[in-house]
């Protein structure tokens, strides 16, 4: 061996050096470990007939039969074993003093899964810009690496709980925002966003676009990168160009391949159509529920009207008796002052009936609040006394004490308790024995209100009382467990119809929500 081939040898690089025909005239160790081919099999040989060499890439001007001197670029050749590699070529000629080329240098190094990796990385970019551009969804690339290196700083000073200081300090998150720049957008994103050029939106700040009431979704993406979340989905508002608000999805990917770019890709669906469509149908709830309302009063209006009778008759006497007092050779004033607070108290119980009368049929929007359960279920049985006093029906509540507050609409919470009582007291109408319970219990994230009768029950299929129009009774609109269902929903719960130990039994849950 000489010294050359030992030095060749040492190199981990695959080095050969063949004449200007191709034919080879040394091959070291990292030739024989790279094509599998060894020294003694490979000098003499033709190369490009014992690799199969061909370009790389298209290449027509070029003949490697014919190849120039010095060159470098790409090939594929095939190895002893009949696996194909992707080489870094180069080619250096060693020349007489004529200029004549007396032997080729060639130094070769695989490429082969760098490319592959090339390969798959174009075709997934070329996949996802198709999809970035081709899906009915506007898509946002958002440059945060500004907004990375004003967050970092916080946890270093302490902030424990992010979300609540970024609440408590919006100018902060209104910065933030100003150095969130876009860098792409999609053509749905143009459209739904109503842009002319790409100017109009790419290179400006996400700030232009976020109105201060959406700020807390915006919040919870600040959070969800900071906690390394993959992704959140909310409904919120933004602006158009124009400063037109639309109601979107907002969807933010957190991949950890776009947390090291400093990138947050943003997709938002418009959904400002669904928005309209559950207004609507809210409204139509709303016309319907004062329709049952109104309905229910009118059953009652027997009994209210002897309810409301009652003070007045007792105010009416209490005024006679002090004209007559007043009257006397020697009035009683302290007998006059007292039927003059007797008068006070029933016009108060008179206005009292009035006002809720008043609160069962007006229409209004729905006003959620946090409330006692047991205090709502108080309220609409007063509403109620009279009525079932006048159909014989004796009362029972088993109210659960210390019950966590519902949030819920108190006008809507008293329909849904009248309703049930009222279509119980209906249904005993016939029975001997007419006895109502209504109880309130604590389950499991939930709290539960039951209401049982002594009646006959309920018909095979009890799911078909909650069907709009359909009713037992002959003077019915069989809307009112429809209503009641459609409420009760709204407020995230479920009412079920079953039949208890001896007559009907409706159960109302409705969840426990924590206030924020």
Not at 94 to 101: C, F, I, L, M, S
Not at 188 to 198: E, H, I, P, S
Not at 293 to 313: D, I, Y
Not at 362 to 390: G, S
Request: with cysteine; charged share 25%; net charge negative.
């Amino acid at each position: 061996m000489t010294t050359e081939s030992r030095i060749l040898d040492l190199i981990h690089e695959s080095v050969i050096t063949r004449d200007p025909a191709g034919i080879i005239l040394s091959w070291n160790a990292a030739s024989e470990a790279l094509y599998g081919w060894p020294k003694t099999t490979a000098i003499g040989c033709q190369i490009d007939d014992l690799l199969q060499s061909r370009f790389a890439a298209a290449a027509p001007d070029r003949d490697l039969m014919a190849p120039p001197a010095d060159w470098e670029g790409e090939l594929i050749r095939v190895t002893a074993n009949g696996t194909e590699l992707v080489l870094d070529v180069r080619w250096q000629a060693e020349r007489d003093a004529t200029g004549a080329v007396l032997r080729i240098v060639e130094t070769a190094r695989d490429i082969t899964e760098r490319k592959a990796i090339d390969d798959a990385l174009r075709l997934s970019e070329y996949r996802y810009r198709n999809m970035f551009e081709a899906m009915a969804v506007a898509f946002w690339e958002v440059d945060f690496t500004q907004v990375g290196a004003m967050l970092i700083p916080l946890r270093d000073q302490g902030v424990t709980d992010l979300r609540t200081w970024l609440l408590a300090n919006r100018d902060f998150v209104r910065r933030t925002m100003e150095r969130a720049i876009v860098l792409d957008l999609n053509l749905n994103g143009f459209a739904l966003f109503g842009a002319d050029t790409r100017d109009a939106i790419i290179g400006r700040a996400i700030a232009d676009f976020w109105p201060p009431a959406s700020e807390p979704v915006y919040i919870d993406s600040l959070v969800a990168t900071m906690t390394r979340q993959p992704h959140i989905v909310s409904e919120t508002r933004l602006n158009r160009v124009d400063g037109e608000p639309i109601d979107v999805l907002f969807t933010v990917s957190l991949s950890e391949n776009n947390r090291k770019r400093g990138v947050m890709l943003i997709g938002v669906v418009d959904i400002s159509a669904r928005k309209q469509a559950e207004a609507a149908l809210q409204r139509l709830q709303a016309e319907f529920a004062h329709a049952a309302r109104v309905s229910v009063l009118g059953e009652l209006t027997a009994s209210l009207a002897h309810e409301v009778n009652q003070p007045l008759a007792a105010i009416a006497t209490s005024a006679s008796a002090s004209m007559r007092w007043l009257a006397a050779e020697q009035p009683d004033l302290d007998e006059v002052r007292s039927l003059s607070a007797r008068i006070v108290s029933d016009a108060r119980r008179a206005a009292a009936i009035i006002n809720r009368v008043r609160a069962m049929a007006e229409r209004r929007e729905t006003e959620r609040q946090y409330l006692p359960l047991n205090q709502l279920v108080a309220e609409a049985v007063a509403f109620l006394d009279h009525d079932l006093a006048m159909r014989a029906v004796t009362l029972e509540t088993r109210l659960a004490s210390e019950l966590p507050p519902v949030l819920v609409d108190r006008t809507q919470l008293h329909q849904i308790v009248v309703n049930l009582v009222v279509n119980a007291a209906q249904a005993m109408a016939d029975s001997p024995t007419r006895h109502l319970c209504i109880t309130t219990s604590l389950a499991e994230g939930a709290v539960v209100l039951a209401v049982e009768d002594s009646g006959p029950g309920l018909p095979a299929h009890p799911e078909q009382l909650f069907e709009s129009f359909f009713t037992t009774k002959s003077s019915g609109m069989g809307m009112g467990l429809a209503i009641c269902r459609s409420l009760i929903e709204a407020h995230g719960g479920q009412i079920v119809a079953a039949n208890g130990a001896v007559g009907a039994r409706f159960i109302v849950t409705l969840p426990i929500t924590p206030r924020s």
